[in-house]
Every structure is written in C-alpha cells, then in structure tokens.
C-alpha cells in the first residue's frame, strides 16, 4: 500500500497515461510510431529528484514531472499532453491508485473473513454469558457473537466490491470537460470513439458528463464504505477489550513471551492492538466529513480548494484502512479464550437466565404465571445478593427446594431447565450458516 501511494508510483501512472493518450492520438495521425517507441522506453525511468528540482522553479508538480519526461525521451517528449489539462491526467489517475488500493482491501478483508470463519466453526457451541447494557443477560455463544462482527464485515466486503466495481476516471476531457482542445486535434465527430479508444486502453470506465475534475462525490462514497469497514473493525477491537479485564478475562489478544507492557508496572497485559484499532479507524472515522467538504465545494467547473488535502487524505484512508486490517489479521488469529472464565461467568449469572425457562415450563403445567413469577424474583433477588458478595450462586438450589414450584415440576425438571447452557436458541446453527454463506460468497 505504501509502494501504491508513493512519489514513484504516482509518476509513473502519470507517464503511463501520457503515453496512453499519445498512443490513441498516433490512430489519428497525430503522432509517429517512434515518437510512441521513445516514450515506451523512457516511460518507467522516474526521476524524482529532478522532477522536484524542476518543481521547486516553476510551482508545478505536473508540469515538472512532463518536462522531466521530455528531457529523458528526446524524440517523442515533445508531442507529450496535446491537448490535456492537468487533470485528465491527474485525476485518471487517482482512480486507477484508488481501483489498486480497493484490490489490496477486499484481499485483506477476504484473508480476514475467512478466520473470523474459522472461529466461529471453532467456537459456534461453546457457550457462555452475553452482555446487553454492559450487565449479564442470557446465554449465547462465543461463536455466535463472533458471527455478529462477521455479519458486519460481510457487508463491508460487499460494499467495497460494488465501490471498487463502479470507480469511473474523468476520461479527456480538457479544461472544462467540454473535449474542445481535443475537438481541434481530432474533429468533435471524433471524441467519443477517441474517449473510448482511451478508456479500453486503459481498462477505467469514464464519467460522461466531467468538469475539469471527476465528481468528487465518488472519493466521498470509497471513504465512507472505508470508515464503514473501520467501525465494524472498532466495535469488534472495543468489545476485546472489555471482555480482556480481568473481571470478565474470557478474550484477550497474543501477548509474547518477552513483550512489555508497561515500564512502571511489569504485570501489566494491555490490549495494545485492540487499542490501536480503535485509535486508528477514530482517525479513519472522520476523513469522510473532508471528502464532503471537497465535494460541496467544488464550485462551478472546478476549484482547488481540494487539491492539498486530497494528495494526503486519499494515501492515509487506504494506509490506516491497510493497517487496520493487518493488526486485525494479527490479533484474531493470535486470539486467546479462556474458557474457564466463560465457564465462571456462566456459572455466575447464567441461572438468571434460566429461570425464563422455568417460568415457562411452570406455565405450561398449569402453574399460575404471575404467582410463580413473583417466586422467581424473589429467588433471583436472594441469589443476585450473594453473588454480589462473591459467594457461589444459589439460585439453582433455591429454585428445587421450592415446594410451591415442586408441586408442578420435579426436582430433576427443575434442575434441567436450570442448566443456562442450553438457553441458546438455534444460535450456534446460525452462526454456523453465517460462516458458510462467507465461505460461499468470498472464496
């Protein structure tokens, strides 16, 4: 991603739509087979230094790349950007970075899905306590709340694939998007074969319709499906580190034998990576309120009030997107549960949740539902206090003591319908689908 969007590559997806256009306008006689020759053997031969020596004279980083060109391909430098404005260079080939840039996010999402699978078909029936409101709730899975971030990420995948797939360059257009420069190279009865011609040669759909720049509106759309891509990757790292506390302790991220973790407390164990993603897609999170910005105010045919942020903001989104997926790849893959903690916590308040079922099975018997209700809450209440304290839940022994609830139900009915790990609904099935429906559509 770094080679993608650096100074070199830039220069030569410049060149190499020079000589894209030079070699369209040899089809209408405008320029010769060696002149084409020349600048296909000076085409890669980039010269940062002097290009920036050129730019420092003349303020123009465009024009001093074309001059650097020039100076290199004697022959054919100088029929080099008839009849283009800058930015039917430039701004062809931001898209084609930006279509490069999507290839290298839907192969690390893709890498990414594909262990976030694997996880779930690991993990779909192991059970344990979930969260709503940061408080116990009842019983799912750890597969089934990994198949939640995977949902997520499926959806990304799917949107990126359709920004990636509708990507349109400005086409040649010149100065205005009217093609008039190249309506006197070529005859106006010549311009669409001649954007066509173009547009095969380089493999990039054009926008129709143009100004001097393409709608920037398309930079807003690929960095909103981006940032999108950035929340889903931020709740999944947030909720790590809350599950990480040693109060809960059931996930926590690789941590290497030798890896420090603070330099004043030498036991700490930091989510590090998780924090660094949340850090990272923030950052993310507000580079598409910029790309409105551009897009709003593009006034009239052009301005370049766009320019400077743009040279920054489009590398950044990719790079931080890049790293994003990468610490992800990491830290998933590295990802340590602790089952004996999620067999605790279980243990813990999972008996809250299984008097649902109780209440239930009660109600079926012919108890009645609001007296047998008003039992469960009290029992709830009694047993809540002395977890509250550290002691081992009673609820289970308090629910099969119960004579009022005895008479409707045995003991060992009671006891079964206790056991909160069986509270799951088709939850791991789901989850289960969900890995396979990934599996389906990415691989």
Known sequence: MRALWSEAEKRRTWRRLWVALAAVQAEYGLVSSEQIADLEAHMSKIDVRRALQIEADIQHDLMAELKTF???????????????????IEDNADVLRIRDALDTILEGLKTLLITFTGKIETTANLPLIALTHLQPAEPST???????????????????????KNLRGKGFKGAVGTGAAYAELIGAEHLADFEQRLCEKLDLPFYPVATQVYPRKQDYRVLCALAGLGASLYKFAFDLRILQ??????????????????????????????????????????MPRVAWDNAAHSLLERTLDDSANRRSLLPEAFLITDELLRVAQRLLSGLQVNEDAMRRNLAAYGPFAAIERVLMALAKEGADRQEMHERL?????????AVQTGQPNPLEELIVSDEQMLHFLPDTSLKNLMKAGMHLGNAPQRALKLAEDVRQVIE
């Not at 990994?146 to 920004?163: I, K, P, V």
């Not at 302790?249 to 990576?273: D, W």
């Open 245 to 286: 506390s040693p109060p809960l302790g059931e996930l926590s991220e690789p941590f290497g034998k030798r890896q420090v973790g603070s330099s004043a407390m030498p036991f700490k164990r930091n989510p590090i990576s998780a924090e660094k993603i949340d850090s990272l897609a923030r950052s993310l999170a507000q």
């Open 377 to 385: 809450r009290q029992h709830a209440m009694q047993a809540w206090s």
């Open 142 to 164: 750890l597969g089934y709340r990994l198949a939640t971030y995977t949902q997520d990420l499926l959806e990304d995948w799917r949107l990126l694939q359709e920004e990636r």
């Open 70 to 88: 020039a100076e290199q391909a004697k022959l054919g430098g100088g029929i080099l950007h008839l009849g283009a404005t800058s930015m039917d």
